[in-house]
């Protein structure tokens, strides 16, 4: 337990009032005890600094003033500790002085040297990611500051993260590179900030920091005492044009429960966004990765791995796990050197039954199904945005609730932004309308469709 000093006095304060209403002589109090200090704590170890050696002898030797200070203690700290008495004169007189241990921050926070530019796979989803990372790599603090990732989870945003800090780092091996979770945050903030000492040190230390990767920042929400101090860590390195790249499961302006200066320092850089790889992307991934394991991919027949990227297509972390299967039965229990696309299904069946349990189709998962296809936000849906792309947008995903729900206009109105019950039927018989004989319409809702019911 860090405890700063003036914690100490305050412990310290409230012991004495305790023993003072408690101890049955008022003069022993006054004079062996009252103007005694803490003079360090080291764990549950506790040595208080006395007026006298007389006064110091007297409380090593007498049990019950020992207890009762022992039982204030407790009370106060809500802890057990050991106590011991020093004096003042011992003190003074001995060179030794108390060390002030300087808390070592995010000791466990390192770079993953694994995750490379030279193994992320580049495709039209993610094309822009990588682009903008390897311009900040090139220029730290100056082109974009802070970089903004976000993509749903599993499509290379932490891989990016730690992409990044290792090239730069190979590039400047004397950079300071920091890569942190939010989490780790957030408990480093806990752990030690618990006074101005703390508040500083942290502060300091950050001071020492040229790139800042923190990954997963939409846990910061509802968080206020630690995003007010992210914010004025985010503020420091900026203004020192130090580079800042933050990642997240959504776009800035959709984090909820972030202060607003927040979100909208987050949209001072660049805000990018990973999409769902496409299969020609997916099947690339799988190739660097059989490579990787020191596999012939020319072992491996073509249409199983389309199967592969087909089935596991919308989350990286689960096409690799699908991998790792797959290469476990095949070379480890079979030693299989021909890999078909009926051992692939095979082994992969168990994981793909489990996936196959849809999940349930609502007005939301609608909403957020149809945002993806047409590679907009939640919030652009639901917005007053009238360009053409967007109306489309949400008109199919008004259509979807309606005639795949049966959700009530009303309710519909509420859920797309507080619109009227009548502008909702409108949206769905436009659609319908469309259907008629619009193919491209068709086929793009069918799609839709088929993506709800996976
Ligand atoms: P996120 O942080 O977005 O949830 P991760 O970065 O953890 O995703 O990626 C999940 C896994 O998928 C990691 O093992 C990562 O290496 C791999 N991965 C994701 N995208 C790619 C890619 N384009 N090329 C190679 N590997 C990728
Ligand atoms: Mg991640």
Not at 347 to 355: D, E, G, I, P
Request: charged share 25%.
């Amino acid at each position: 337990m860090v405890v700063t000093l003036s914690q100490q006095v305050q412990i310290w304060d409230n012991v004495l009032k305790l023993v003072k209403e408690r101890i049955s002589d008022r003069h022993v109090f006054d004079s062996f005890l009252a103007d005694s200090t803490i003079y360090k704590i080291d764990g549950n170890k506790i040595i208080i600094a006395t007026n006298s050696r007389l006064s110091c002898s007297l409380l090593n030797s007498n049990s019950s003033y020992n207890n009762l200070i022992l039982d204030s203690l407790k009370e106060v700290t809500e802890s057990e500790f050991e106590i011991s008495y020093i004096s003042k004169d011992d003190i003074a007189a001995s060179p030794a002085k108390p060390v002030e241990t300087k808390p070592v921050f995010f000791s466990n926070c390192h770079l993953n040297t694994k995750y490379t530019f030279d193994n992320f796979v580049v495709g039209n989803c993610n094309k822009e990611a990588v682009q903008a990372s390897l311009l900040i790599t090139a220029n730290p603090g100056v082109t974009f500051n802070p970089l903004f990732i976000y993509s749903k989870s599993g499509l290379g945003k932490t891989h990016l993260l730690h992409a990044i800090g290792n090239y730069i780092k190979e590039k400047n091996p004397y950079s300071k590179i920091l890569y942190i979770t939010t989490d780790a945050f957030i408990d480093e903030f806990v752990k030690y900030v618990r006074g101005d000492q703390e508040n500083e040190s942290l502060k300091d230390f950050f001071k020492t920091i040229d790139v800042l990767l923190v990954d997963d920042i939409q846990f910061l929400s509802d968080k206020n005492k630690t995003s007010e101090m992210f914010f004025y860590i985010f503020n420091t390195l900026v203004n020192n044009g130090k580079q800042i790249v933050l990642t997240s499961d959504r776009h800035p302006n959709e984090l909820k429960g972030l202060e607003e200066r927040l979100v909208s320092r987050f949209n001072m850089g660049l805000s990018i966004n990973i999409h769902n790889p496409d299969t020609e992307t997916l099947i690339e991934i799988l190739k660097k990765k059989i490579e990787a394991n020191g596999l012939n991919i020319n072992n491996f027949d073509a249409d199983g791995l389309v199967f592969l990227a087909e089935n596991f297509c919308k989350n990286v972390r689960e096409l690799e796990g699908a991998l790792n299967r797959l290469l476990f039965h095949t070379i480890n229990v079979k030693h299989l050197d021909r890999i078909d696309i009926d051992t692939v299904k095979e082994s992969v069946s168990s994981m793909l039954s489990t996936k196959s349990k849809a999940k349930a189709i609502t007005d939301e998962r609608i909403i957020d199904v149809v945002a993806d296809f047409y590679n907009l936000t939640e919030t652009q849906i639901k917005s007053k945005v009238r360009t053409s792309q967007i109306a489309l947008a949400r008109h199919i995903a008004m259509y979807l609730c309606r005639t795949m729900l049966q959700t009530p206009f009303i309710k519909i109105g509420q859920n797309f932004g507080g619109r009227d019950h009548s502008t909702v039927i409108t949206a769905v018989d436009k659609v319908e309308n469309g259907l008629k004989t619009d193919t491209q319409l068709a086929t793009a809702i069918s799609e839709i469709q088929k993506r709800l019911k996976s």
